[in-house]
């Protein structure tokens, strides 16, 4: 249970995690016993799809998982008309560092339905899917156990609570692939085929899955919609800072005390986060870099952290909230090795579609491993910043641009801890143990 | 030096789990009716000529949809996969959750399994070994039964679980039994480092307890029941949160821990000011 504090210093009531860890809230009776639904009886008794949207627009409420685009103008997208829409929970939070979806999926189910049914309302969807990852097994069967409870109370199905409006709803468990969190990527795995993220426009809100309409929101976005109606979109509004709206939940991780995830009010000081809430890093260390929006999320260093949490305030410091997930690193770690980990990561989740993405990756991480072994000269360094450069913005989707952002960060902000390294490495083992091939020669099997 | 190079990535691969890249050449093998087929050509740095992984057969026409009659399909897992493709508009999309399915029934994604697969979703055998190949969790290799996957991505690997990895794989002493791998961030970084145990997640393993662990998986028992994630609670309690203004620092309890430096900071940083809050930032 965390909460939030306000200027005033009165603590601002968690909105979500309001009374999370409650025995039986996974439950419909238990979600109801807290008030759940009645923002969908109101959604569904007396607000058309228009006045939804209003109150989401009126909200401000943007999507918490990366983009942060505003869930008001994304439904507002939608084509009127007849035809078959769709709404997509994105649920593969697969971004190193998050956990949040996790913990309301598992917690609190029926608040992401009641959000996905009132969202799929507003965008005139009546088909809805949970992508949810594979790995998350426990929590894709606690969404199934609350779906047919949903059904068997007419939730979810034909006819809901006696309006017009019918939503099918499906969970979808995905089978692990971190590009599957990309929407476009989503679509394709949805549809029954490899990740392969698609080339933007036509957006999903024209043409997505099945070649029809679609709103694709996060886990948390789609949770919070039920706060936005029971409060109201200006109520809501009010919390937070003016353009980042609302709580955050943030997943804290890495070197600190208390890792977890924290509801916190956009705005909030991140010191106040990483050392209040979170406990800061062991006894007698110190930040030395942190990111704030998952791993995608160019690095920030123990001089940023009085920057408040927000989206603005962080893109204006040069990184992203991204999925609200802060890993702090302590000084006893070298940034090396946080570099190499995370570009094997991207490495290895690269789908191939695209050249720069592909071998961008792959390089980085030969290039880093020189560095690691004493094979590198500074001037390696320059051309790993290049690689980076010729990544972003090159690609069908950001998974390139998601290595190259924080490992570019990383070269430019620690160069000399870099070029210590390598000189370091090169004392250390003057001949390298793994030189390259000379030249490389055609054999057959050679690695059998 | 080569020689050397080969056991080096051998050893990535039995950690860093490429798609689809271990046990190079032994797809397969285990099946019968099939020839065996010539390692694939590589350079001398070890990277892949044509671009895969096993080489195929271009003798062989390609394969079609499997005829009903002649691939028996069991009565369950055809009603599985059935009960999938009828949730989606176009029964395509249920290829995963059938290939997990039939995963499940034969242990991997099998050729037989994908056959199976291929002749009640009415799909080419080619079209879901693709969709086999790019997803993590669809093994397209014979593996242990019991799945024991490292987290091993930044967050984990900053709490000790590449230890924690080689722990596993020594306790395990190259027990066929166990598919032990390394894995990508499995969304628990909260109870770093941690494992995915048959789909249960456990953590913070302590290295100690790695051995109880991988008796317990042997054994069949549930993993460490202590540690599994659905015993924990969001995050500690409120008594660990300072009280008081955003400033961090000066009104906290004099028993709170602290930053190891104090905060010299002249005046709260407003949250809701306009235009002030970033400025007060920099």
Known sequence: MSTTTTTDGERAQPILFRGIDEEGLHTLEGYRRRGGYEALAHV?????????????????LRGRGGAGFQIGKKVSFMPAGQMDKYLICNADESEPGTFKDRELMQKSPHMLLEGMIIAAYAAGANRAFIYIRGEYQAQADILDAALVEAQAEGLVGERILDSDFDLTLVVHRGAGAYICGEETGLLDSLEGKRGNPRLKPPFPANQGLYQGPTLINNVETLATVPHVIRMGGAEYAKVGTETSTGTKLVSVSGNVQRPGNYEVELGTPSREIIYGLAGGPPEGRTV???????????????????????????????????????????DSVAVVDVALKLAKFYKHESCGKCTPCREGTRWTVSMLERVDNGLATPMDLDIMASVQEQIIGNCLCVLGDAMAMPIGSMVAKFRDEFEAHIEAARTRNPFGDEQPSPDPVLVQGAAA | MKRKKAGTRAADQAGTNGRGKKARGTAFDGHEGVSPIPPVPRFGHGSRVPGWDDAA???????????????????DLRAEIEAHMAKYPDHRSASIP???????????????AIEQVACVMHLTPGYLFSVATFYDMLE?????????????????????????????????????????????????????????????????????????????????????????LGHRAVAEPLAAIPKGPTTYGGQMPEEAPGPPAPVEQQSPIPLQDEGQGEEGAT
Request: proline share 9%.
């Open chain 2, 98 to 112: 059938a290939l997990a399915a039939a995963q499940r029934h034969h242990g991997w994604c099998s050729p037989e």
């Open chain 2, 57 to 75: 057969d271009l003798r062989k026409d390609p394969a079609v949809v499997p005829d009903a009659a002649t691939t028996p399909v069991p009565a």
């Open chain 1, 288 to 330: 030395k870099l942190w990111f704030p929006g998952g791993s995608s999320a160019p690095v920030l260093t123990g001089d940023d952290l009085d920057i408040p949490y927000d989206f603005d305030a962080l893109a204006k410091a040069g990184s992203m909230l991204g999925s609200g997930a802060i890993i702090v690193v302590d």
């Open chain 2, 140 to 228: 397209t290799h014979p593996v242990g039964r019991h799945s024991i996957f490292v987290c091993t991505n930044i967050s984990c690997s900053l709490c000790g679980a590449d230890d924690l990895l080689a722990a596993v794989l020594e306790a395990a002493d190259g027990d066929p039994d166990l598919n032990i791998r390394s894995f990508e961030c499995l969304g628990a970084c909260d109870i770093a480092p941690m494992a995915s145990v048959d789909g249960v997640y456990v953590g913070p393993v302590a290295l100690d307890e790695v051995g109880t662990l991988v008796a317990q998986i042997k054994a069949g028992e549930p993993p460490l029941p202590a540690k599994q």
């Open chain 1, 44 to 60: 569904l008794g007396a607000m058309s799809p228009q006045e939804v949207v209003a109150e989401l627009l009126a909200s401000n």
